[in-house]
């Protein structure tokens, strides 16, 4: 699955030889070719083809080609969905090892999918898939997850999704090029970290990151102190140039050359092992807020290395790492969840924890790819990506493969969605919507409500619906749901009529969301004449009363 997420290189070139290597009976080159067939990456996209590649590696005992099979028979891709299926794939896979179906299985186990909720089996598979993300983290602090929402998209005209407009990367190159230092420090992070559209790319990182160091900027040359001193197939790793560069930018106070020297003398790479400088220049660090001088003085104190072993202040620094999103520091907060090292042993919070890490995996990129796939009108593609990463427990590809199904016309294999019956599309929509709902996603929690209350992909039940818009109303705050259910309440649906609890809902809602104003102050009127004319009726009774 390297092929799969590389962004480097000729992939036509590329895949040929992996067709060509697959014919002579390479597995490897087989199993990239399922994929590639499956989600559309590079070659046209044939789910059948796949299922049979698939099944022939899964014969021979393939883990990855299990967790694919899973995945059809999860997403009905080629195959009639069956979720009993799907789990004995899963299971098989994860037992080969396959990182992904070990994901699908620890998100099953904690969501209690087809199989009963069980804390400690998911704790087991979800540690497995974070090692593995761990282990392969550089200190630039793992894959950059870009969770654009579909819905919100086009629902909401303003929505910020945070990807940069081609136009904008452009104009920063422009200026970059004319000696602009911010422009070159910017567009160096950028591709050196990747995210907000844009993938990883060392080598332009580096060529912007050695002009704005040649321009004297301290963050340039802390960053070439970071590149030296990984290495890559760019550039051999030198510790003598890591220093160089770490130190010029440490004397002028930038913290991320403070955190490299740090590194440098806790590990001893280059120079004589030093704890007591690695503290200084870690604590030099974290007093300006840096990620990773907080994560390595959680590490020190965790340890006691040069320092007196203390839980409590490794708690303190991890948890201050985390909230700046570095995937370390959420592995070994889990880490501490999981074993009741220093802290209360919780397992929900460590599966929580565990979750985030994996979610962090290089396979997070492929949200990107379906979103591109998605604008581009390749709705097939972009489908089978979004349920990939639904059996992996994204709550994001969970809604927006929800919303394809509930939006988009796009077929799967030779099966035509629009011209499936429309009730069997909602209720794989239904099936996403209550995966996602089940995550916290509050416009997920609306649908499932709209869906009971219009009958799609299920009855008609107002209690249901009642139920599930009072959960996003008094769970999220979500302003929708308590207009509908301001809404049922006038009207007594699923619940006994009540103006005055509709009222206060559409009060709630007003409050809530000044999008809800107009049609709250709609309702409202339409409150008061049912009001007044009720007054009417009861002064006219009371006159009639009197007269007699």
Known sequence: MLTLNSTRGNKLEAYSQLLESSEHGNRDAKLMIGWAYLVGTTLSQDIGKSRLIFQELADLGISDAYMGLGLMYAAGLSVNASQARALVHYTIGALGGSVWAQMALGYRYWAGITVTTNCEKSLDYYRLVANKVASEVQMSGGTIVQRVRLMDEVDNPGYNSGILDNDLIEYYQLLAEKGDVQAQVGLGQLHYQGGRGVVQDPQRALHYFLQAADAGNPIAMAFLGRIYLEGSEL????????????????????????????????????????????????????????????????????????????????????????????????????????????????????????????????????????????????????????????ELGYEVAQSNAAFMLDKVSFCVGDVTLLNMPSNEMYVRALMYWSRAAAQGHSPAQVKLGDYYYYGLGTGVDYEIAAMHYRQASEQQHNAQAMFNLGYMHEQGLGMQQDMHLAKRCYDMAAETSADAKVPVTLALMKLSLFFTIKYLQEVGIHGKICCL
Not at 288 to 308: A, K, T
Not at 326 to 338: C, E, I
Not at 343 to 372: D, F, P, Q
Request: proline share 1%; glycine share 10%.
């Open 235 to 390: 550039v051999k790793a030198d510790n003598a140039t890591a220093y160089k560069y770490f130190k010029k930018a440490a004397d002028m106070g930038n913290p991320v050359g403070q955190s490299g020297l740090g590194m440098m003398h806790l590990h001893g790479r280059g120079v004589e092992r030093d704890y007591s400088k690695a503290l200084k220049y870690f604590s030099q660090a974290a007093d300006q807020g840096w990620v990773d001088g907080q994560l390595q003085l959680g590490i020190m104190h965790f340890s006691g290395l040069g320092v007196r072993r203390d839980y409590k202040v490794a708690t303190k620094y991890f948890t201050l790492a985390s909230q700046s999103g570095h995937v370390l520091a959420y592995y070994n907060l889990a880490q501490m969840h999981a074993t009741g090292t220093g802290i209360m042993r919780s397992c929900s919070t460590a599966v929580e924890l565990y979750k985030n890490v994996a979610e962090r995996g290089k396979w997070g990129e492929k949200l990107m790819e379906a979103h591109a796939h998605y604008r581009e009108g390749r709705m097939n593609e972009a489908f089978v990506i979004y349920a990939l990463l639904s």
